[in-house]
């Protein structure tokens, strides 16, 4: 079976925003876990209770939606 880009789901953990997005892939959903992130909400030690909250928040309706839409996806580098 043919298996284009779309038919694949992955999870990628990237630790320095400046890379960026791996080619050929597109986000669906990005959660950042830094303690920037989150210390103007929780202490440093409730990282756990921010992504929980994250979590909560989530709107799934718009995730499916990101990964059922016709979108460009930025090829790899030649």
Same mark, same amino acid.
């Given at each position: 079976?043919? %298996?284009? +880009? !779309?038919? +694949? @789901?992955?999870?990628?953990? $990237? !630790? @320095?925003?400046?890379?960026? $997005? *791996?080619?050929?892939?597109?986000? @669906? @959903?990005?959660? =950042?876990?830094?303690?920037?992130? #989150? ?7 409730? %990282? ?5 909250? #994250? #979590?909560?928040?989530? =709107?799934?309706?718009?995730?499916e939606r990101r990964l059922r839409e016709?979108? *460009?996806? %930025?090829?790899?580098?030649?």
């Amino acid at each position: 079976m043919d %298996r284009g +880009l !779309t038919d +694949l @789901l992955s999870n990628h953990w $990237i !630790t @320095l925003h400046q890379e960026g $997005i *791996p080619a050929g892939f597109k986000p @669906l @959903l990005v959660m =950042d876990v830094w303690e920037h992130a #989150f210390m103007r909400d929780y202490k440093a030690t409730e %990282r756990a209770k921010y992504v929980e909250a #994250f #979590f909560r928040n989530v =709107d799934w309706g718009r995730v499916e939606r990101r990964l059922r839409e016709e979108a *460009p996806v %930025r090829p790899a580098a030649a």
